[in-house]
């Protein structure tokens, strides 16, 4: 009867030590994020408080601890001098690979981001800083959400007949195709992207259009990603040939918010309405 007794403790003891249930989740409380789109993804998760410094770029929200930390040339010692239990690093950053080991080096923890390609990877990295941080519930449920808002303005405005437009990211012309994040946005609204023909010209999605390729593609739209600093219709028409636009004799021009459409946090919704406002009353 002892040894019975005792074989079931022990049992019962081994049960309590390595049920996963038992054990203890290390939750991090001192977070340093070098990434705009992650610092936003953290607040809508209700991890803010977690928050002690994010990169100079992460002004929204307006709560967030913005420091004079870079997300593109992020500096080991001057993370590390925050004593973070966790850094959210793009893996796109200047030597990303050695920062994140020198960081680990020191004992911080390291998520590495990736940019996304889509709504699927956006979503999924919403999900994953939630199981990282501690918020996986609010994650999903974030997600979730995002997906029902997005929806409904697509079906609510996509158009029936196909309208062109031009990206513009800068004045010398440099575009984004379908294959990119901010053209898959474009493409669910049933937008034709002129730069998609030059694809070729650049494997990242990114080619740089000659000014004759634009005027003879004639699109109805043109998004500036370029307005903040100084393009609009007025700079537009001044350009040669480009008067005779289709977008620019209907006026149908439009600026792009500051920073909305390169980030891929629950402000994605914010834009995909943006767009949907912009492109309404287009035929």
């Not at 593109?72 to 030597?95: M, Q, R």
């Not at 005027?215 to 109805?220: D, G, T, V, Y």
Request: glycine share 4%; net charge positive.
């Amino acid at each position: 009867m002892f040894k019975r007794i005792a074989a079931l403790s022990a049992l019962i003891f081994c049960t309590i030590i390595f049920s996963p249930s038992a054990q203890a989740v290390s939750i991090p409380e001192r977070i340093v994020c070098l990434s705009p789109s992650a610092t936003e993804d953290l607040f809508a998760i209700g991890a803010g408080a977690q928050v002690i410094a994010v990169d100079d770029l992460s002004t929204f929200p307006a709560t967030a601890p913005v420091t004079k930390l870079s997300a593109f040339n992020p500096n080991v010692e001057a993370i590390a001098a925050f004593h973070p239990d966790l850094v959210i690093l793009n893996s796109t950053a200047t030597k990303a690979d050695a920062v994140k080991s020198a960081l680990e080096t020191l004992g911080i923890a390291v998520y590495f981001e990736t940019a996304p390609n889509n709504l699927t990877e956006a979503y999924s990295e919403i999900d994953g800083l939630g199981a990282k941080v501690g918020r996986s519930t609010e994650a999903k449920t974030l997600v979730v959400n995002m997906k029902k808002q997005i929806a409904s303005i697509i079906n609510k405005s996509r158009k029936k007949k196909a309208i062109t437009f031009f990206h513009e990211l800068d004045n010398t012309l440099y575009s984004a195709t379908s294959s990119t994040f901010i053209g898959r946005v474009y493409k669910d609204f049933n937008l034709a992207n002129i730069a998609d023909k030059a694809s070729k010209a650049d494997d990242a999605g990114y080619p740089q259009l000659q000014s004759e390729y634009i005027i003879k593609a004639n699109p109805s739209v043109i998004f500036l990603a370029d307005a903040e600093y100084g393009e609009s219709l007025a700079t537009i028409k001044k350009r040669a040939g480009w008067s005779k636009i289709a977008a620019v004799t209907k006026k149908n021009i439009v600026s792009l918010p500051a920073d909305i459409p390169s980030r891929w946090g629950p402000r994605l919704v914010d834009f995909y309405q943006f767009i949907a406002t912009a492109i309404a009353p287009i035929k």
